[in-house]
């Protein structure tokens, strides 16, 4: 009899110490929310559609993965809580309001484009979220004063300055350059960059255009560049403008040694242009072809974080049946700094994350990743730099290779542009 | 114009109506519910301005809105180069649109019907691309406010209420200014324009300079509401400033709830604004929330093309005191 008691005593001590063990388990699980908007209509529909896919790649990853265990054991999983912004600014502080009060979003990723990131990062700073920005390459936006917004991509002011230095490293004695950009608030903040770099290293601004956006017809901008006989032609703005633009150049037998534009070349469908196409070369954010991973950070003396290009590439390509492009790994790389600065401070503190966000030096997939930290332009991204693609080949089976910055190149510039 | 007048309960039940409308985010003090507020808010303002020329004088203008984005863009140029504070700057910002107006009403408005509607909408086209080309208002890039801008006003949060406890009273008053207008004699000659221009004109109506001041007046508090948006955006670029759609939203706002009432742009701005602001957040419709609006508005229009108002008034002809 006693024995039996004794046993069912350890029986019920068992149960009630597996019972506290699980219920503590229970209450170290924490869900973080993050809160954005997509612009599920409208003109930003694609490459805000293919942002979210790569952020909610990241997020599948990671919660598969068990989530991330900080400092005091706790695991944290992420969950998204999103509103469709329409491609315009109109809802955007109310959206973001909403995300940041009624449904206590915990870190805030920005809207595709510049102008949805202006207005949303003042709601961010206003209560006191982190933001992290991706698919807003423009300047300005860093230099308004505040101190948790932090930027993936490039800036627009070095968005083209890297062509340059690719037609420098190709001809000294190219010296005359013709900029002819999209009358909108990126491409002229690219192209007013562009021709101030230009200056600098002491080349000739032969033409500096603006066309109006939706211009279709580009003979008096061609008119004027065969008159000024530029060594290199530098500018566009999207990809429908800057498709037609280099149709028109070919067309009109108007071929520089060196023509870059702005969006349109690294699109795969820029390739449909065929012999139009040739020799262009356009800057990226990131490119599958270009192979970053451990090695690459340990040659540039940095710690690598997060999976390799290629990694990315094949889960991305498995999760939604379409090649990456450089929106798709914005997305995920935004995602991928936060959980990298949650690791780094091991909890899910604002001021604690903005402490390792401000100190991040590291490499990714993406590219190298460090923020300003000065007053005058906290949060502009300062590490990562543009690829520059070609498209190269025969006609009817054009290839995309990087041909600049050194350390990534898969071939050989061709110029110029038509020569042997 | 007597103050017997504005003893019609129509009126202030209207009023009234806007203001309990304003108060609730201030009573639960909801920073969600205040940014859902202040977008119909600005359309109560924007829906009524545009209803003195659409509803009163019956001319279609379909590039209203650039009076919304050249207030915006000449206050922000004060805040931002100049230095002023924002009350100056709204001012400014009424006046350049007025003064815009006064000298666009000159000229475009010995046009009438579908050839007027067509003008505004090559002003609206033609503002945006001098904008685009101006470079003391940062041309394509536009301008942008800095952070700190705020800390004048009490900071970010303090100054997001301010400009809305603004847009409150712009609203209310712009409602009373409605009802003046059209119990006025200036507003019987606006409507008798509406009627029939000709016959107005031979019944003495002056009618070029009654045209061109209710231009003046539907223009001066969009500009001043611009200044109000666009500072707490915190940036404006040609694109957002001048957007043709928002201006077609503004001619269903007030056709949705009765052109030509006082009582009616208002409601059509609560309704438009609330249905599109429900719609996008909620978890049903928010990835169809365009497909639904369109379908809701097109029932509307085809089953009550008079508005709400024009509907209740003709069908309860007792309700017309109540519903100006």
Redesign the interface.
């Known amino acids: 009899m006693n024995r039996s008691r004794q046993l069912v005593v350890l029986l019920l001590l068992t149960v009630l110490v597996l019972g506290l063990s699980v219920s503590a388990v229970a209450a170290q699980e924490q869900t973080v929310v993050i809160g954005f908007t997509a612009s599920?209509?409208g003109k930003y529909n694609v490459e805000s559609t293919r942002q979210i896919n790569g952020l909610n790649l990241w997020l599948n990853q990671v919660n598969d993965a068990g989530g991330i265990t900080l400092s005091d054991g706790t695991v944290v999983t992420f969950s998204t809580v999103f509103?469709?912004d329409?491609s315009?600014?109109?809802?955007v502080?109310?959206?973001y309001?909403?995300l940041?009060?009624?449904d206590n979003a915990d870190f805030l990723i920005s809207p595709y484009s510049s102008?949805l990131t202006?207005?949303s990062?003042?709601i961010a700073?206003?209560?006191g979220k982190i933001m992290i920005t991706t698919g807003a390459a423009s300047d300005?936006?860093y230099?308004?004063?505040?101190s948790l917004v932090f930027q993936t991509y490039t800036p627009a002011s070095r968005y083209l300055t890297g062509a340059l230095d690719l037609l420098a490293s190709l001809d000294e004695s190219a010296q005359r350059i013709a900029i002819v950009h999209e009358?909108?608030?990126f491409?002229?903040?690219v192209s007013t960059a562009l021709n101030d770099y230009a200056l600098e290293l002491g080349y000739e601004v032969v033409l500096f255009e603006?066309y109006?956006?939706g211009a279709t017809d580009f003979a008096p901008f061609i008119n004027k560049i065969q008159e000024a006989a530029p060594d290199a032609v530098l500018g566009g703005g999207h990809f429908q403008d800057g498709s037609t633009f280099a149709r028109q150049l070919f067309e009109k037998t108007v071929t520089p040694a060196f023509v870059a534009l702005l969006v349109a070349p690294p699109e795969p469908s820029f390739s449909e242009l065929g012999e139009a196409a040739l020799g262009i070369v356009g800057p990226s954010q990131w490119e599958p072809l270009a192979q970053i991973d451990a090695s690459a950070a340990e040659a540039a003396g940095v710690d690598f974080y997060g999976p390799s290009s290629a990694d990315f590439h094949d889960a991305y390509m498995e999760a939604f049946g379409e090649e990456p492009s450089y929106h798709a790994a914005g997305g995920y790389v935004s995602g991928l700094l936060l959980q990298k600065a949650i690791e780094d401070a091991g909890s899910i503190d604002t001021q604690a994350i903005k402490e390792q966000l401000d100190a991040m030096n590291l490499l990714t997939f993406f590219g190298r990743i460090q923020f300003d930290t000065t007053p005058e332009a906290h949060g502009l991204q300062i590490g990562h730099s543009m690829m520059y693609v070609q498209w190269q080949g025969m006609a009817d089976a054009l290839d995309k290779q990087i041909v600049w910055p050194p350390e990534a190149v898969t071939a050989d510039a061709l110029y110029p542009i038509g020569g042997e | 114009m007597s103050l017997t007048k504005l003893r019609n309960p129509g009126l202030w039940i209207t009023v009234i109506a806007v203001l309990l409308l304003g108060l609730w985010p201030i009573v639960t003090q909801?920073?969600?519910t205040?940014?859902?507020i202040?977008?119909v808010l600005l359309s109560v303002v924007l829906a009524s301005s545009l209803n003195i020329l659409l509803g009163y004088t019956g001319y279609v203008s379909f590039g209203h809105i650039v009076f919304f984005g050249l207030g915006g863009y000449v206050g922000l140029y004060l805040i931002i180069v100049q230095g002023w504070s924002l009350w100056p700057a709204m001012a400014a910002g009424g006046l350049a649109a007025g003064l815009l107006a006064l000298l666009l009403g000159q000229a475009i408005l010995r046009l009438r019907g579908s050839y007027f509607a067509l003008a505004t909408i090559g002003i609206n086209e033609a503002m945006r691309?001098f904008i685009?080309?101006f470079e003391p208002f940062g041309?394509?890039?536009?301008l942008?406010?800095?952070?700190?801008t705020y800390n004048a006003y009490g900071g970010?949060?303090n100054a997001?209420w301010l400009i809305y406890y603004i847009v409150l009273i712009l609203a209310l008053f712009n409602i009373v200014l409605s009802y003046v207008v059209k119990t006025s004699k200036f507003g019987l000659g606006l409507m008798a324009i509406r009627e029939d221009e000709d016959a107005a004109e031979v019944m003495g109506v002056i009618t070029p300079r009654s045209k061109t001041w209710a231009y003046v007046l539907s223009a001066i508090l969009p500009g001043v509401v611009g200044v109000l948006f666009f500072f707490?955006?915190?940036?404006i670029?040609p694109?957002?400033a001048f957007?043709l759609?928002?201006s077609i939203e503004l001619l269903v706002m007030v056709m949705l709830g009765g052109f030509g009432t006082v009582f009616g742009p208002a409601l059509g701005a609560v309704g438009y604004q609330r249905l599109r602001?429900l719609l996008?957040?909620s978890d049903l419709f928010?990835?169809i929330?365009?497909a639904v609006a369109g379908l809701l508005l097109l029932l509307i229009i085809l089953f009550i093309p008079a508005g709400a108002v024009g509907w209740i008034r003709r069908r309860f002809p007792i309700l017309r005191r109540y519903l100006p």
Do not use: C, V, W
């Open positions: 599920q209509t509103y469709d329409e315009n600014t109109d809802r502080q109310e959206l309001t909403r940041a009060t009624e102008g202006d207005a990062a003042i700073e206003q209560y300005s936006t230099t308004k004063g505040y009358n909108d608030k491409s002229t903040d603006g109006d956006s | 909801r920073a969600s205040r940014e859902e202040f977008t691309a685009n080309n041309g394509p890039t536009g942008s406010l800095n952070f700190q970010a949060a997001l707490k955006n915190g940036n670029e694109p957002q957007r759609h928002m602001g996008l957040t928010k990835n929330q365009l």
